[in-house]
Antibody
């Protein structure tokens, strides 16, 4: 079974760093691009960026360029989303998903990140 | 890139058909046949319902159909059922080689 399993919920203070993960299984890890999608409370979905596990080619959506870092470790079939200095406005649910052609086919269960002083 | 524009809410009675629009630009919806639609129930991850404008993944009901004209894509749900009550999000590949999602539509079954 193809699945993506994300790391657990996080509660952080403003200014702290954070790295969340998404482990893929049940398929060849370099078959699909990985993407990270933000959903702020009560809002729609936003694609933050995508990465190709084969060569770590990474493309950020303009709104997220410079705000986060997307990376991958193909030896353990895991993708990451990282912040160096969190803000309260980073409070959201974050989903990883596999992207193939024009769509996100498989989704992780989501990781809730809460940033509060 | 701006979010694709969807109506905030659409409602219908059981058995009726409803259509959700998704309007973008020539740099996304109008430029590629890479429009997809996702269903999201409260507290759950999104689920792919339509890909490449009008294709249904295995296991998705044929009551769901998609189309596109110019810069606007549409999702039609026919024979509306109570279980269809959810949020629906469209998405498109873009000229910046990433993806953009819509503003989301809440579907209510009356």
């Amino acid at each position: 079974e193809v699945q993506l399993v994300q790391s657990g919920a996080e509660v952080k203070k403003p200014g702290e760093s954070l790295k969340i993960s998404c482990k893929g299984s049940g398929y060849s890890f370099t078959t699909y691009w990985f993407g990270w999608v933000r959903q702020m409370p009560g809002k729609g979905l936003e694609c933050m960026g995508i990465i190709y596990p084969g060569d770590s080619d990474t493309r950020y959506s303009p709104s997220f360029q410079g705000q986060v870092t997307i990376s991958v470790d193909k030896s353990i079939t895991t993708a990451y989303l990282q912040w160096s200095s969190l803000k309260a406005s980073d409070t959201a649910m974050y989903y990883c998903a596999t992207f193939s052609g024009g769509y996100a086919g498989i989704w992780g269960q989501g990781t809730m990140v809460t940033v509060s002083s | 890139q701006s979010a694709l524009t969807q109506p905030a809410s659409v409602s219908g009675s059981p058995g009726q058909s409803i259509t959700i629009s998704c309007t973008g630009t020539s740099s996304d919806v109008g430029g590629y046949n890479y429009v997809s639609w996702y269903q999201q129930h409260p507290g759950k991850a999104p689920k792919l319902m339509i890909y490449d404008v009008s294709n249904r993944p295995s296991g998705v009901s044929n009551r769901f159909s998609g189309s596109k004209s110019g810069n606007t894509a549409s999702l039609t749900i026919s024979g509306l059922q109570a279980e269809d009550e959810a949020d629906y999000h469209c998405s498109s590949y873009t000229s910046t080689s990433t993806y953009v999602f819509g503003t989301g539509t809440k579907v209510t079954v009356l």
